[in-house]
């Protein structure tokens, strides 16, 4: 009986955890892409108002950053210095992985956020404004995206952990 | 700072591929590196005092367009938008005194240049320091009770106009004079990154990355200059502002691009030399070797030519 109620403990709280887990990959997705869009306003004042060059901005944007946007400054900051890349583009991507960042995400918003590396620093400042508007357009689509799932799936990923461990353990009895 | 160490500088500033191609040219090369040229579907050329090495290299043994882009935006710390003045004006200043002057098509905004894209050229001047070169003309600027005159330096471009100007400023501060510099370029002072990278004199200040004529009315007001020293001197306005620091008794050192005297009196500086403002006019040309000095006109030349 002992080890019957133990193993169905366990069950129960796997499942939970199972949907809490999933869960959280969710609600990391969308505080991710709130720190980003948290950043590109960052850049954007250090390009835009003050228009210091990108390592600069970078650095200065990293003051005030947090969360996903502060990792990947911070991996940003270290590529640049190492100066082992041809193109920003490069660094930028680099960072990107060394950041992990869209690990949770699709494929469509990595490389939404690497074609802004690419094509940040050239041009003029209305181009920049161009690009970082294009960007932040991506971003607001990425976060309604997230907080959709996050509202509705997440929801949904807890409910099926517990209703699954009950049965299970209702099923064990 | 060692000429070498400078030159090891410049190449943190390429592109890592290239500065590894670069860094292979043979180092009696290096010693006396004048520039580096980076034409689109050629070769690469240093040119030195030993004569041109051509790299041969994967990269540079045929200059691509990506690779030309690179080189610039690398200059440009990757941030274009930053450096509009250097988008219109076609060159960059890179710390150390170095510069990059580049060409292409240009991007025309009501009628003025805005910015140069599809770049096909690059030139990049390698400065040099060489603080004895002020000491063989020395004694030939300064007046009967030693004082330094008003001081004009002029030659073709490439001659070594920049570094006997530096070198005479930092022999003006080691003299006792305060010496304040109009750094339009960064060339001067190879300023950069907050830092200096020659040694102009303690008795120096600098206002660097500042257009010239404003620079030198900034300075008149603030910094109360005994000598005024800028480099290339060439519109109009300038020339205004230089005939405002000698009537207010500033001392001027400034140069100029000019073969001989008939070159400078075609010049806009052509008024003031006929003036004999200038106490001394220093000529310089690159042969036998660069910053040799071809003439020095005296005032009292000057006013009996007639000129």
């Not at chain 2, 600027?141 to 920049?162: M, V």
């Not at chain 2, 001067?188 to 500042?210: H, K």
């Given at each position: 009986?002992?080890?019957?109620?133990?193993?169905?403990?366990?069950?129960?709280?796997?499942?939970?955890?199972?949907?809490?887990?999933?869960?959280?990959?969710?609600?990391?997705?969308?505080?991710?892409?709130?720190?980003?869009?948290?950043?590109?306003?960052?850049?954007?004042?250090?390009?835009?108002?003050?228009?210091?060059?990108?390592?600069?901005?970078?650095?200065?944007?990293?003051?005030?950053?947090?969360?996903?946007?502060?990792?990947?400054?911070?991996?940003?900051?270290?590529?640049?210095?190492?100066?082992?890349?041809?193109?920003?583009?490069?660094?930028?991507?680099?960072?990107?992985?060394?950041?992990?960042?869209?690990?949770?995400?699709?494929?469509?918003?990595?490389?939404?956020?690497?074609?802004?590396?690419?094509?940040?620093?050239?041009?003029?400042?209305?181009?920049?404004?161009?690009?970082?508007?294009?960007?932040?357009?991506?971003?607001?689509?990425?976060?309604?995206?997230?907080?959709?799932?996050?509202?509705?799936?997440?929801?949904?990923?807890?409910?099926?952990?517990?209703?699954?461990?009950?049965?299970?353990?209702?099923?064990?009895? | 700072?060692?000429?070498?160490?400078?030159?090891?500088?410049?190449?943190?500033?390429?592109?890592?591929?290239?500065?590894?191609?670069?860094?292979?040219?043979?180092?009696?090369?290096?010693?006396?590196?004048?520039?580096?040229?980076?034409?689109?579907?050629?070769?690469?050329?240093?040119?030195?005092?030993?004569?041109?090495?051509?790299?041969?290299?994967?990269?540079?043994?045929?200059?691509?367009?990506?690779?030309?882009?690179?080189?610039?935006?690398?200059?440009?710390?990757?941030?274009?938008?930053?450096?509009?003045?250097?988008?219109?004006?076609?060159?960059?200043?890179?710390?150390?005194?170095?510069?990059?002057?580049?060409?292409?098509?240009?991007?025309?905004?009501?009628?003025?240049?805005?910015?140069?894209?599809?770049?096909?050229?690059?030139?990049?001047?390698?400065?040099?320091?060489?603080?004895?070169?002020?000491?063989?003309?020395?004694?030939?600027?300064?007046?009967?009770?030693?004082?330094?005159?008003?001081?004009?330096?002029?030659?073709?471009p490439g001659c070594g106009k920049t570094t006997l100007l530096r070198s005479l400023v930092r022999k003006l501060s080691e003299s006792g004079y305060n010496v304040s510099v109009c750094d339009e370029r960064n060339e001067i002072s190879g300023a950069?990154?907050?830092?200096?990278?020659?040694?102009?004199?303690?008795?120096?200040?600098?206002?660097?990355?500042?257009?010239?004529?404003?620079?030198?009315?900034?300075?008149?007001?603030?910094?109360?200059?005994?000598?005024?020293?800028?480099?290339?001197?060439?519109?109009?306005?300038?020339?205004?502002?230089?005939?405002?620091?000698?009537?207010?008794?500033?001392?001027?050192?400034?140069?100029?691009?000019?073969?001989?005297?008939?070159?400078?009196?075609?010049?806009?500086?052509?008024?003031?030399?006929?003036?004999?403002?200038?106490?001394?006019?220093?000529?310089?040309?690159?042969?036998?070797?660069?910053?040799?000095?071809?003439?020095?006109?005296?005032?009292?030349?000057?006013?009996?030519?007639?000129?």
């Amino acid at each position: 009986m002992e080890i019957k109620c133990v193993a169905a403990a366990v069950l129960f709280f796997s499942c939970v955890a199972a949907g809490a887990w999933q869960w959280m990959r969710l609600f990391q997705r969308l505080s991710d892409i709130r720190s980003l869009q948290e950043l590109l306003q960052l850049l954007r004042i250090e390009i835009l108002c003050r228009c210091v060059p990108l390592s600069e901005a970078v650095a200065r944007a990293s003051q005030r950053a947090s969360g996903a946007g502060l990792r990947f400054c911070l991996c940003l900051l270290d590529c640049i210095s190492d100066c082992r890349f041809e193109e920003f583009g490069q660094a930028w991507q680099r960072a990107a992985s060394e950041a992990a960042l869209f690990q949770t995400a699709g494929a469509e918003e990595l490389s939404g956020w690497e074609l802004l590396g690419r094509q940040l620093g050239r041009g003029d400042s209305r181009e920049q404004e161009k690009i970082m508007e294009h960007a932040e357009f991506l971003l607001r689509r990425a976060e309604e995206q997230a907080r959709g799932d996050f509202c509705k799936k997440g929801r949904m990923y807890v409910m099926t952990g517990l209703c699954a461990g009950v049965f299970l353990t209702v099923l064990l009895f | 700072m060692n000429t070498m160490d400078n030159v090891g500088a410049l190449l943190n500033h390429f592109p890592q591929s290239v500065a590894k191609e670069l860094s292979d040219a043979p180092s009696k090369f290096w010693r006396s590196a004048q520039e580096l040229r980076f034409r689109r579907g050629h070769p690469a050329l240093m040119v030195a005092s030993e004569g041109e090495y051509a790299f041969c290299g994967q990269t540079l043994r045929h200059i691509e367009n990506n690779t030309l882009n690179n080189i610039i935006n690398k200059f440009l710390n990757y941030s274009d938008y930053a450096y509009p003045q250097e988008m219109s004006s076609g060159y960059v200043a890179i710390p150390g005194g170095h510069r990059a002057g580049f060409c292409g098509q240009a991007v025309l905004e009501a009628g003025k240049l805005h910015s140069v894209r599809d770049i096909s050229s690059v030139n990049v001047r390698i400065a040099r320091e060489l603080p004895q070169a002020a000491e063989r003309i020395w004694p030939q600027l300064l007046d009967r009770e030693g004082k330094f005159g008003h001081t004009l330096i002029a030659s073709p471009p490439g001659c070594g106009k920049t570094t006997l100007l530096r070198s005479l400023v930092r022999k003006l501060s080691e003299s006792g004079y305060n010496v304040s510099v109009c750094d339009e370029r960064n060339e001067i002072s190879g300023a950069g990154y907050g830092t200096f990278a020659f040694d102009l004199g303690r008795r120096t200040d600098v206002m660097s990355g500042c257009p010239k004529a404003q620079a030198m009315v900034m300075l008149l007001r603030s910094m109360g200059p005994q000598v005024m020293a800028t480099d290339e001197t060439g519109t109009e306005e300038e020339v205004a502002i230089l005939r405002r620091a000698i009537a207010s008794g500033v001392v001027l050192l400034t140069t100029a691009h000019a073969a001989d005297l008939r070159d400078l009196l075609r010049s806009p500086l052509s008024s003031l030399v006929a003036e004999q403002a200038f106490f001394r006019i220093v000529f310089l040309s690159d042969r036998p070797a660069k910053g040799t000095v071809t003439s020095i006109w005296k005032r009292e030349q000057l006013w009996k030519s007639n000129v």
